[in-house]
């Protein structure tokens, strides 16, 4: 199993709440719907979550039961459990509580909310853990161990960028008036990346990211297009809000995309940020965007920069339904959106960098 993208198991016996919950969770997490506590524990003999949310009210067995269960059992009583319930009760929350759940979320859920509550639990746990972690580590043979990753690290590479660069292909074959988007992105991510080091911007996240990694990923922001129909993305029009939805299906289509690719070949790193990447570049700083509403620190790093960088590529290229507008103007309403629509520091950043996207672009025409 992924171990950056940590793994949630969900259980409750209503399927509208399985789905949502789903739904909300899978861009940062691997995510096991289900939908009673006998699957549950058939569940957890083949696999151990980072967290399991789990219902109080079911008819089969109660929450409380199940939870006694888990932490009478030396397999599973390290499990954190966060209770989920429609019923706001202190008395019931106090029960959960003194049985070992770590917290107590309400339904409907709250994307924000549960996805903060969730950060926030697995942060606790890393900490635990690091706390009991020795520093002290084998380093026999180190030389002849990097030389062999790195040699294995290039010759994956040099198969993931052409695997890339074919996907890269097929989207653009599709939506051809978009032409050149996804290698100007890029190198526009590229620039942002090397200006925010060079600033010290999130350094304490942007320092514990490959960059090759993290580049390359960039390519699959704009996969899920190719779920698309040739009428939406070829229309000579603007879209109507109908059209208009069924083209934010792009975002999750290609989350999925990328989750189905991330499960057959268990690399981590590079389809961690791709799926980041992709399910999040629509998310605005405000709480407006789509797909999750997801708003400032709780919309990915990676998500935040992607959205600055394909939103300009829009504003300075011609499409079908519009004209393209000059480089000064597209950086205006960049500027105008910060704090609204984009992350204000990663504003001020573009500003230091917005002559080098012009050249990026003027490189890049269609």
Known sequence: MNSLRKTIILVDDNLTNLTLGKNILKTFYNVIPIPSPDALFETLEEVIPDIILLDIDMPEMSGYEVIKILKGDIRYKD?????????????????????????????PFSAP?????????LSFEKAQRDLIQTQNELKEHLENVQAMVF?????????????????????????KYTGGHIVRTQNYLKVLLEEMIKEGVYADEVNEWDMTAILSSAKLHDVGKIAVSDFILGKNAKLTDEEFDTMKVHVTAGVDAIEKILIKTGEDELFYHAIRMAGTHHEKWDGS????????????????????????????????????????????????????????ILVDVFCQVKDQFREIADENKN
Do not use: W
Request: glycine share 6%; hydrophobic share 40%.
């Open 79 to 107: 499990i954190p459990v966060i209770f989920v319930t429609a019923v706001d009760s202190v008395d019931g929350e106090i029960e959960g509580l003194d049985l070992g759940a770590v917290d107590y979320i309400t339904k």
């Open 113 to 121: 909310i549960l996805l903060k509550r969730i950060e926030k639990e």
């Open 151 to 175: 040699e294995k690290t290039e010759t994956v590479l040099r198969l993931q960028n052409a695997v890339f660069d074919t996907i890269v292909d097929m989207v653009e074959f599709r939506d």
């Open 289 to 344: 965007g789509y797909p999750l509403g997801l708003k400032a620190y709780n919309i990915p790093l990676e998500g935040r920069m992607m959205a600055i960088a394909d939103v300009y590529d829009a504003l300075i290229s011609k499409r079908q339904y519009k004209e393209e507008i000059p480089h000064e103007d597209a950086c205006k309403i960049i500027e105008e959106g910060s704090g609204t629509q984009f992350d204000p």
